[in-house]
């Protein structure tokens, strides 16, 4: 059973930057293809990024691209998303997601099987 715990998140003004961390355990993370996903009060939960299991392979929502960077370190069992240019409407619970099916992520929440319980991430003006 894979478990994810994310780290990093809190509070931040307009523009500034954060980095948010996923530990991987009790699988081989070198297998997974991984996510990142948000949600704010009253929306759904949405795609943010997602990178293929060698890291090879990334891509992003319209709403972040060229904002935030997915990375992982295979040797550490480790993702990463580093956010800068931050918004208000960057404000969310972030979690992070993996799946040892899928080879190189993917947009939908309902393709991934495991995830961590969120870290919240705030930006104010």
């Known amino acids: 059973q894979v478990q994810l715990v994310e780290s990093g998140g809190g509070s931040v003004q307009v523009g500034g930057s954060l980095r948010l961390s996923c530990a991987a355990s009790?699988?081989?993370?070198?297998?997974?293809?991984m996510g990142w996903f948000r949600q704010s009060p009253g929306k759904k939960r949405e795609f943010v990024a997602a990178?293929?299991?060698?890291?090879?392979?990334?891509f992003y929502s319209d709403d972040v691209k060229g904002r935030f960077t997915i990375s992982r370190d295979n040797d550490k069992d480790t993702l990463y998303l580093e956010m800068s240019s931050l918004k208000p409407e960057d404000t969310a619970i972030y979690y992070c997601?993996?799946?040892?099916?899928?080879?190189?992520?993917?947009?939908?929440?309902?393709?991934?099987?495991?995830w961590g319980q969120g870290t919240q991430v705030t930006v104010s003006s």
């Open positions: 009790g699988g081989t993370f070198v297998t997974l293809a």
């Open positions: 990178i293929s299991w060698s890291g090879g392979t990334t």
């Open positions: 997601a993996a799946d040892k099916d899928l080879k190189t992520g993917a947009r939908s929440r309902r393709e991934y099987e495991y």
